[in-house]
């Protein structure tokens, strides 16, 4: 590696602007700025994945806190300078290669890059880059330019939920909280940021006339994998429980908690941009939900009295209203907030997005297509458990509830005696249908043939673990 010319290259990169107490007040950008981001991004891409000396010594020159960080909050007039430094953070936050070296000093860096982003405004100004693109896909007017930017930034979103290992000496010096602490406010701030909104607003567009998101349903897979890694669905199930009982609030979590939050959250940033002494014509990114519940992506200002929608509720299959949520199970959410938050995620998901994505990558997996890998198999059946688990969870809680909803109405001539088993099959139907349960059984069959050769233990672990929960749920 060219230490020198890379460390010429970042040194052009530009100036931080500081007051006289040392606080941050802006970013004089180098004359070579855009070209020196391109040459970064030159040397990451030719980085060898198995020392990635180039990662390891931006790390080291604290490259994204001092200067990729202060491009995108400053430089936001300029466009292309913004996106070239969202290439840089895409690769320079590129998941660790199992057979790379240094790998504990590795996850330390990419817990430093989680942890810079998360205290900055980073995520609300990229978001701001799709305002565009969401606009075009509500208008049938997606191009391919706008598929490889929502392609970026989804890329980048994976990356950051991707940092979840901790290193084996924080596990036991007992000090694994903080990591925990920071992945959660991570989420927080993507539900903040309303990504969490237009991740499933994407989700639902996998099968939609425009075809390109067909091409990333790994991406989401990924995504959704990393969402709920570490999560415990009974926890969430139970959290909200807790939550309506305590405040006595009957009305529709959808349509108090979380618009009441949204909304509020919202100014608060609007707020903090506005002191920051942004770009003027910087505007938000926000989610508002209709009385029947339906979702729909603005941007401006919340408290305006009207706003063009960037984009509506996408129907789907069945003319079902599309809303918008896995698995080291150690290290759960243990804040409120966090779980209520990724309840009501997970029912978003569940209301239709969720079989629309499954579905397509069962297809590409009963097709053995090329892209498809082992470990996608695995992330496809352990998001599938996760969100069959939480199903059976949250019926399990509302049962006495059920029963005496089917109590009354087996009193009643024209009773519908499927109620309870619709309710529990019809979120999660396309990983409880009879396809699913074969693809399940022959690829447990296929990886217990061959775990002599393979010492595949996670796939016959994941595959195990949906097979349970697949046939408790039946019951």
């Known amino acids: 590696m060219e230490t020198e010319g890379l460390s010429v290259i970042c040194a052009g990169l530009g100036i931080i ?25 030159r040397f990451l891409r030719r980085d060898d994945p198995q020392k990635r000396e180039v990662f390891k010594q931006v ?41 790379s070296n240094d790998i504990p000093q590795q996850i330390e860096y990419l817990w430093g890059l989680k942890s810079a982003i998360t205290c900055s405004d980073t995520v609300a100004v990229i978001v701001s880059l799709l305002e565009g693109p969401l606009e075009n896909l509500e208008r049938e007017a997606f191009t391919e330019d706008d598929w490889k930017l929502v392609q970026l930034v989804l890329t980048l979103f994976r990356n950051i939920l991707a940092v979840q290992d901790i290193p084996l000496q924080q596990k036991a010096g007992g000090s694994a909280i903080q990591y925990v602490s920071l992945r959660d406010r991570f989420l927080e701030l993507l539900f903040n940021e309303n990504v969490m909104d237009i991740i499933i607003v994407i989700t639902q567009h996998v099968c939609g006339s425009c075809g390109y998101f067909r091409q990333d349903n790994l991406l989401l897979l990924e995504i959704f994998h990393y969402i709920f890694m570490g999560q415990d669905p009974e926890l969430i199930a139970k959290a909200h429980q807790r939550g309506s009982k305590t405040d006595g609030d009957t009305k529709d979590p959808l349509d108090s908690l979380k618009s009441i939050i949204v909304e509020e959250q919202e100014k608060r940033r609007l707020s903090r941009l506005h002191n920051l002494v942004r770009h003027s014509q910087f505007s938000g990114t926000f989610a508002r939900l209709a009385i029947d519940g339906s979702k729909a992506v603005f941007k401006g200002n919340p408290a305006s009295a009207s706003h063009n929608p960037i984009i509506k509720p996408h129907k789907g299959q069945k003319g079902m209203s599309k809303k918008i949520m896995w698995d080291q199970g150690s290290l759960p959410s243990t804040k409120d907030n966090v779980l209520e938050l990724l309840y009501d995620f997970l029912n978003q998901f569940l209301s239709g997005s969720y079989n629309v994505l499954m579905q397509s990558i069962q297809e590409d997996i009963e097709k053995e297509a090329p892209a498809i890998q082992s470990s996608d198999i695995i992330s496809f059946f352990r998001v599938a458990q996760f969100l069959v688990s939480f199903q059976y969870h949250k019926i399990a809680f509302s049962k006495p509830a059920l029963e005496k909803e089917a109590l009354e109405a087996s009193t009643t001539e024209f009773a519908d005696s499927t109620l309870f088993k619709g309710n529990i099959c019809g979120p999660i139907a396309s990983t409880m249908d009879e396809s699913m349960f074969k693809l399940v059984i022959s690829k447990w069959q296929d990886a217990s043939e061959d775990l002599k050769k393979t010492n595949n233990y996670k796939f016959m672990s994941a595959a195990g673990s949906l097979m349970k929960n697949m046939v408790i749920n039946t019951f």
């Open 59 to 99: 790390c080291k020159w604290s490259i994204v806190s001092k200067d990729l960080i202060p491009i995108i909050e400053h430089c936001q007039d300029d466009r292309n300078l913004v996106l070239n430094s969202v290439k840089v953070l895409v690769f320079v936050t590129m998941p660790i290669e199992s057979s």
């Open 17 to 41: 602007e500081e007051d006289e107490k040392g606080n941050r007040i802006g970013y004089s950008k180098g004359e070579q700025c855009s070209e020196n981001l391109k040459d970064l991004l």
